[in-house]
């Protein structure tokens, strides 16, 4: 099984909505979050109209099937997000199937991601983490 990281396509956006919901941290012994919560606008926003040109997002595959996703998006001042440093700094979002949780593929998908962000000049990220 090889792992194959590729840029993300209009038909990826289900897969980056579900990556968005596996995101969401759920402390050990606690039921996972209704899926309905990613609705909420203070959530929705981190993937609603995806595709923007400045917001980018790399699918991991191994054998052809989807396992994870790392994304960048941009948020204002005036609109921040959680994880807000300045507008310079897009948010970063990474999740996994869980399978695949544990075996070195997220760390692929953030080194892909930074490595990227380089290229555009983007001096950094930033993460909301709980």
């Not at 981190?46 to 989807?66: Q, V």
């Not at 994870?68 to 609109?79: K, L």
């Not at 996994?96 to 997220?106: H, M």
């Not at 692929?108 to 990227?116: A, G, P, R, S, T």
Request: charged content about 30%; aromatic content about 14%.
């Amino acid at each position: 099984m090889q792992l194959r990281i590729r840029t993300y396509q209009s038909k990826d956006y289900p897969f980056l909505v579900e990556m968005f919901y596996q995101s969401l941290y759920v402390p050990e012994g606690k039921d996972p979050y209704d899926r309905g919560v990613i609705q909420k606008p203070e959530l929705a926003r981190y993937f609603i109209e995806w595709g923007r040109p400045t917001d980018h997002c790399f699918i991991a595959e191994k054998d052809g099937k989807r396992i994870g996703a790392v994304w960048a998006r941009f948020f204002t001042e005036e609109d921040p997000g959680y994880g807000f440093v300045e507008e310079r700094f897009p948010e970063l979002g990474i999740a996994l199937l869980p399978d695949y949780r544990g075996k070195g593929v997220g760390s692929d998908l953030l080194d892909h991601l930074i490595q990227f962000l380089k290229t555009e000049n983007i001096p950094g990220v930033s993460l909301s983490v709980d």
